[in-house]
Antibody, heavy 121, light 107 residues
């Protein structure tokens, strides 16, 4: 079975940093594009960043561009999200997701359980 | 950015009835429209991809239709376990966007 397990969330002060990790298993991690999505009660579901299997194509939402960096380590079957300059509106549940195939512009097929990031002083 | 507008915001139906959920896109997404179901405390789960393709293990009570800017998720013979929030999402263009959701309540 496909499993995506996020970690690294927590409470951080405004301006601080966090690194989220996602461990994938049960599938050929190196084949698929991966995406981070976040969810808040107020703004709903918001796409954050996507990365293709070879890391050659990376996209970011305007709201995080310049502050967040997505990366992956196919040998470790892991996806990462380095978040710097955190703001209150970054507070959300962050989900690691897997796409249907190689391309990022495909359906999101699987979701992890999510990790909570809270930005507050 | 492609804006997805879902209606109604809330739908209250009786068991055994059918429900039609709407998703309207601000510009054409051709057939790159997906539907997710989310229950409290759980991540979203893919129901339908590419407008009308059921994901693995999704019962055939769930079906999708539409094209370009108008899409629908039809749930027939509603069961109590279908109580959830349903989201549409487009994978046609960056940024990927989601609709605001329709809450389905089973009376």
């Amino acid at each position: 079975d496909v499993q995506l397990v996020e970690s690294g969330g927590g409470l951080v002060k405004p301006g601080g940093s966090l690194r989220l990790s996602c461990a994938g298993s049960g599938f050929d991690f190196s084949y698929y594009s991966m995406t981070w999505i976040r969810q808040t009660p107020g703004k709903g579901l918001e796409w954050v960043s996507s990365i293709t299997r070879d890391s050659l194509s990376i996209n970011y939402a305007d709201s995080v561009k310049g502050r967040f960096t997505v990366s992956r380590d196919n040998a470790r079957t892991s996806l990462y999200l380095q978040m710097n300059g955190l703001r209150g509106d970054d507070t959300a549940v962050y989900y690691c997701t897997r796409h249907a195939g190689v391309r990022s512009l495909t359906a999101i097929m699987f979701w992890g359980q999510g990790t909570v990031v809270t930005v507050s002083s | 950015e492609i804006v997805l507008t879902q209606s109604p915001a809330t739908l209250s139906v009786s068991p055994g009835e059918s429900a039609t959920l709407s998703c309207r896109a601000s510009q054409s997404v051709t057939t790159n429209l997906n539907w997710f179901q989310q229950k409290p405390g759980q991540p979203p789960r893919l129901l339908i991809y590419g407008t009308s393709n059921r994901a693995a293990d999704i019962p055939d009570r769930f079906s999708g239709s539409g094209s370009r800017t108008e899409f629908a998720l039809i749930i027939s013979s509603l069961q109590s376990e279908d109580s959830a929030v349903y989201f549409c999402q487009q994978s046609a263009a960056w940024p990927l966007t989601f609709g605001g959701g329709t809450r389905v309540e089973i009376q």
